[in-house]
Nanobody, 117 residues
Framework: QVQLVESGGGLVQAGGSLRLSCAAS????????MSWYRQAPGKQREWVAA???????HYGDPVKGRFTISRDNAKNTVYLQMNSLKPEDTAVYYC???????????WGQGTQVTVSS
């Protein structure tokens, strides 16, 4: 069974940057489109960004132009570079297969990102 481990979160001031990582076990990683999601307190989990197996990227409007998703298939890892962070980016960030997949892998523990104003 695939296991997902997110890391790289932390406390940062508005305007700062963070780079998140998500390591996946299992050899099927490279053939799947991967996404980052986030869940703020009291809100539903929302999709943030996606990257296909071929490297095409897609972003939600709230993060477009500020976040960059990338992947290293040799390391079974997907990244999220977050620049120009805003307080509204505060959330727990998760990775998983992209929203258009019928089923998701088991969710990891996520990584907390807190942006202070």
């Amino acid at each position: 069974q695939v296991q997902l481990v997110e890391s790289g979160g932390g406390l940062v001031q508005a305007g700062g940057s963070l780079r998140l990582s998500c390591a996946a076990s299992g050899s099927i990683f490279s053939t799947n489109a991967m996404s980052w999601y986030r869940q703020a307190p009291g809100k539903q989990r929302e999709w943030v960004a996606a990257i296909t197996s071929g490297g095409s990227t897609h972003y939600g409007d709230p993060v477009k132009g500020r976040f960059t998703i990338s992947r290293d298939n040799a390391k079974n890892t997907v990244y999220l570079q977050m620049n120009s962070l805003k307080p509204e980016d505060t959330a727990v960030y998760y990775c998983n297969v992209s929203p258009w997949y019928a089923s998701k892998w088991p969710w990891g523990q996520g990584t907390q990102v807190t942006v202070s104003s």
